[in-house]
């Protein structure tokens, strides 16, 4: 049975034959409860490393036995700027993603928040966590802080 792509990676591997669940959580992120599990009481930086590097692995493998991880995701695929990927979400890194966009056809088929404060305020005013929203945004709390101080 054809799935639609084959992954290149290992740490691809758990999206096969799952593509229109992931399309459709990108499409629907608000199914998600917006509290991730094994990563809530995380320093979200930890999942920022430089360019180039990974986080610890055993941050990666809590992301690989997560049961959000396909929200995880799907969130930072429909939020996040393909031009400026950046962090780890769902324990895949921005050139996964990237991979995953494209296979998805993602720059085609779906339009990404257009602007990342509008989406901190509207997360913040859906009573997301700070934290939370800066690990889906892939920036800091305290720009988040900036963004919902703006609307005050
Ligand atoms: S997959 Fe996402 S929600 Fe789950 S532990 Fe990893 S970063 Fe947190």
Redesign the pocket.
């Known amino acids: 049975m054809a799935t639609g792509w084959e992954p290149s990676m290992d740490s691809l591997h758990f999206l096969v034959g799952r593509e229109q669940e992931l399309r459709n959580l990108i499409q629907s992120p608000q199914h998600w409860d917006p509290v991730?599990?094994?990563?809530r009481d995380v320093d979200v930086n930890l999942?920022h490393p430089e360019d180039g590097e990974r986080p610890a692995e055993d941050l990666l493998a809590?992301?690989v036995a997560?049961g959000?991880?396909l929200q995880?995701l799907a969130l930072a695929l429909r939020a996040e700027d393909a031009e400026t990927r950046h962090g780890?979400?769902?324990?895949l890194g921005p050139a996964d993603r990237d991979r995953i966009a494209a296979m998805l056809r993602l720059s085609v088929e779906t339009t990404p928040l257009p602007d990342r404060a509008l989406t901190a305020i509207r997360l913040g005013r859906d009573g997301w966590r700070v934290n939370d929203i800066a690990?889906v945004l892939g920036c800091s709390r305290r720009t988040v802080q900036r963004y919902l101080r703006s609307v005050r």
């Open positions: 991730p599990v094994a990563c999942y809590a992301c997560c959000d991880r995880c780890w979400y769902g324990g690990h």
